[in-house]
């Protein structure tokens, strides 16, 4: 893929909304309680790497405000059709886009992890620290090394629906870098299929370094293994926590 190109084009955009929606229904109870002060007091939501939109469905059906993100064009094109009743669904390319205050600031499916660099990584998560408003919720999932441990070098797997098809290989190149290779493949109108490949660089970082910096950026976390009661696959952390008031 080019330097230029985003991650995420229309055809696998199109794949990740249609066969990868059960992140999105596993946190969304979790997150929804931690949000539940942000709800009382109408506060604003700041998602991240909204993705298709698919938690933000369950965050505008919960009555929040929403201004949902992504750095995908393609993305944010099914969002805008996914969860019409967001305040604001836009583009923000992370680290160092300007995020707007708020009052919480949510991000799920590890979008972070898509930066080149842990600079980048730690820019971001800072940056989403200093846009909270005191007494602010912080509720990010982040791939710690051990994310790689657990999956990097598995046999390739794919999944299968109606009118598409994705086949995903991983590989670990660097202690720090985690890869996914994905051929999706999808039913055109007139019967045939089209197909296309993304390869997908993840930079992996030590999560517990994560607490001390933000706590200089106003924002105490915890390294939780969920954000409920769900189940996180090995080396998912999320970052959970406030903003100092």
């Not at 990740?16 to 109870?29: E, N, Q, S, V």
């Not at 604003?44 to 369950?58: A, F, I, P």
């Not at 607490?211 to 959970?240: I, K, M, N, Q, S």
């Amino acid at each position: 893929m080019a330097p230029d190109e985003p991650y995420y084009r229309d055809d696998l955009a199109l794949v990740h909304h249609l066969g990868f929606g059960f992140h999105a229904d596993m946190c969304a109870p979790g997150i929804l309680r931690l949000l539940e002060p942000v709800l009382e007091r109408n506060g604003l939501v700041l998602e991240l790497g909204c993705g298709s939109g698919l938690l933000t469905r369950y965050l505008v059906e919960a009555g929040h405000r929403v201004i949902a993100t992504d750095a995908s064009p393609a993305m944010l094109e099914l969002a805008s059709r996914t969860a019409p009743g967001a305040e604001e669904i836009r583009v923000l390319v992370m680290p160092d886009d300007p995020m707007p205050a708020c009052d919480a600031v949510v991000s799920i499916g590890h979008p972070v992890s898509y930066l080149d660099s842990e600079a980048a990584v730690l820019r971001a998560l800072t940056n989403a620290a200093d846009a909270l408003n005191p007494g602010g919720v912080y509720a990010i999932d982040i791939e710690d090394f051990a994310y790689a441990d657990a999956v990097a070098g598995t046999p390739p797997s794919g999944r299968v629906g109606d009118d598409w098809a994705i086949i995903l290989k991983r590989e670990r190149p660097a202690p720090n870098k985690f890869v996914r290779d994905m051929t999706t493949f999808l039913r055109n109108d007139d019967g045939t299929w089209r197909r296309d490949d993304e390869r997908h660089e993840n930079t992996l970082i030590d999560t517990s370094k994560i607490p001390a910096l933000l706590a200089d950026h106003g924002v105490d976390v915890e390294c939780r293994t969920a954000f409920g009661d769900e189940t996180f696959p090995p080396g998912l952390v999320a970052l959970v926590g406030h903003k100092r008031t």
